[in-house]
């Protein structure tokens, strides 16, 4: 059985940095696709990050150069910085991870993209305050 466990949530101020871990079991990190998802009560869950096993990496347009996505296969784990944090990036944070690598990088833009992910955590939450 996978098991993706996060953790790294809390409060953080307007300009804050926060850093996300997700730790893998019966899931080799570097494999093929992971990424990053998140999801507040009011929008529907969303494409945040992910990345492909020879490391490329696609963002969220409205995280590129605040956020940085990276995996450690010797740790099996995955990785989230994210920086500079405004209110809008409050939500739940979830690592997925896929079973193939193909189409991982139109998870990100594609209409209910988080449905290519295959194996979920049960989330972190992130709250940012202005």
């Known amino acids: 059985q996978v098991q993706l466990i996060e953790s790294g949530g809390g409060a953080v101020e307007s300009g804050g940095s926060l850093k996300l871990s997700c730790i893998a079991s019966?899931?080799?990190?570097?494999?093929?696709?992971m990424g990053w998802f998140r999801q507040s009560p009011d929008k529907e869950r969303e494409g945040v990050a992910v990345?492909?096993?020879?490391?490329?990496?696609n963002y969220k347009g409205s995280v590129k150069g605040r956020f940085i996505i990276s995996q450690d296969s010797v740790k099996n784990a995955l990785y989230l910085e994210m920086n500079d944090l405004t209110p809008e990036d409050s939500a739940t944070y979830y690592c997925?991870?896929?079973?193939?690598?193909?189409?991982?990088?139109?998870?990100?833009?594609?209409?209910?993209?988080?449905?290519?992910?295959?194996?979920w955590g049960k989330g972190t939450l992130v709250t940012i305050s202005s």
């Open positions: 990345i492909e096993k020879d490391n490329s990496t």
């Open positions: 019966g899931y080799a990190v570097g494999s093929a696709c």
């Open positions: 997925a991870a896929a079973k193939i690598g193909w189409g991982c990088h139109m998870m990100i833009t594609a209409t209910s993209g988080y449905r290519g992910m295959d194996y």
